[in-house]
């Protein structure tokens, strides 16, 4: 199995290693050499770029053995996420998915949309859910992305991490992140924002196990009404086991335009975003949904294309989709704050189908404006 992908990314041509965030960049002219390599051994720069970036010695092995070159994609993508499945072993509050059905791809579709996203020029592919690890197809999905040549993250609560079954795989064929999402520092306010009687010590067993395993793993503090009293708590946890983290405070209505989430918000902890200048959703990035639906991100659902049926050409439409799902329309056409507003037009849209109170996501009902 591989150790290293050469892989064109966007414009570039990159070098990376599964379980690791260092990356080459390469010259097309490296890039091309390696694609066209006959002979068996690894060409000496190479050799001398694997030890100086991972230590990686490389000297005496089989070209084929350790590198996966991956061709170029008439596509240009560079990154997506895929929801395995809705259905979750958690019921927080404040999460954006509402009904979590247990729903999804059977395998062999399953298999046809990996396959879609690599050749969609896919590097860096995101896992998530749902819970993503109680997924009955999990171990077969990350394995095929794994050796499809996909640098794999995985977003999870982290009650399966240590299954030995996940572990074992985890260890095997190393993720190149998993975040984990942090919903307290204790298990009263852990459990009571999850609603599920020991979350916080399934959640520490799976941390333990994977930090021993000596897995990459990141937190993502998710602050809300519940908890905001442990926020320092919550980043003294992070700092303890020395992992970066990123802080959540915007609750966001249900992809189904419910606002029942909105409660859970904690108003003193909202921080301000940074005026949306645009961003890759549905030309460098897209998001697949449980039943292969390919949208331009996890927010921004309309108009998602059939993958099963399109296979990876309904792909060029998307880039259309973001660029007329960007407008800023109805309620925000026209508006004075536009050139400094914070929120995306798909978001915006949400929180306006949910009839979201204004000062949930718009500049117009804040002080600051």
Not at 248 to 256: C, F, K
Not at 328 to 344: A, D, I, Y
């Amino acid at each position: 199995m591989h150790e290293l992908i050469a892989a064109p990314y966007l414009d570039n041509h990159l070098l990376v290693r599964p379980g690791s965030p260092k990356a080459a960049r390469l010259p097309t002219l490296r890039y091309e050499e390696l694609r066209a390599q006959t002979t068996s051994a690894a060409p000496a720069w190479l050799t001398d770029v694997a030890r100086h970036a991972w230590g990686l010695e490389m000297s005496g092995r089989e070209l084929r053995e350790i590198v996966l070159v991956r061709t170029r994609s008439p596509y240009g993508y560079g990154r997506a996420s895929y929801e395995l499945n809705l259905g979750c072993n958690y019921d927080c509050e404040h999460c954006y998915l509402g009904l979590k059905q247990f729903a999804g791809l059977d395998w062999p579709e399953r298999e046809r949309l990996l396959h879609t996203i690599r050749d969609a020029g896919v590097l860096w592919l995101q896992l998530t859910g749902g819970e993503p690890m109680i997924d009955k197809l999990f171990p077969e999905t990350y394995q095929l992305a794994y050796e499809l040549g996909l640098m794999v993250e995985i977003l999870t609560n982290g009650s399966r991490l240590a299954a030995p079954k996940n572990l074992a795989l985890l260890t095997r064929r190393r993720p190149n992140r998993i975040t984990l999402s942090l919903y307290g520092a204790t298990a009263e306010s852990y459990d009571g924002l999850t609603r599920r009687r020991g979350a916080f010590r399934m959640f520490l067993k799976g941390l333990e196990a994977a930090h021993a395993a000596g897995l990459p793993l990141d937190l993502a503090l998710i602050i809300t009404r519940h908890n905001a009293h442990e926020a320092d708590q919550m980043r003294a946890f992070a700092d303890r086991y020395g992992l970066p983290y990123r802080e959540y405070t915007h609750m966001s209505p249900t992809i189904y335009g419910g606002a029942e989430t909105l409660a859970s918000q904690a108003p003193d902890h909202l921080i301000d975003r940074e005026p949306f200048n645009g961003c890759n959703a549905g030309h460098t990035f897209f998001h697949v949904d449980p039943h292969g639906m390919a949208s331009i991100c996890k927010v921004g659902r309309d108009n998602a294309i059939p993958l099963m049926t399109t296979g990876v050409e309904g792909l060029s439409r998307l880039g259309g989709i973001a660029d007329s799902l960007m407008l800023r329309t109805g309620g925000c056409t026209g508006c004075q704050l536009s050139g400094t507003c914070r929120v995306c037009r798909p978001l915006a849209k949400v929180y306006q189908e949910a009839k979201a109170p204004l000062d949930r996501y718009c500049q117009h009902a804040t002080p600051r404006s």
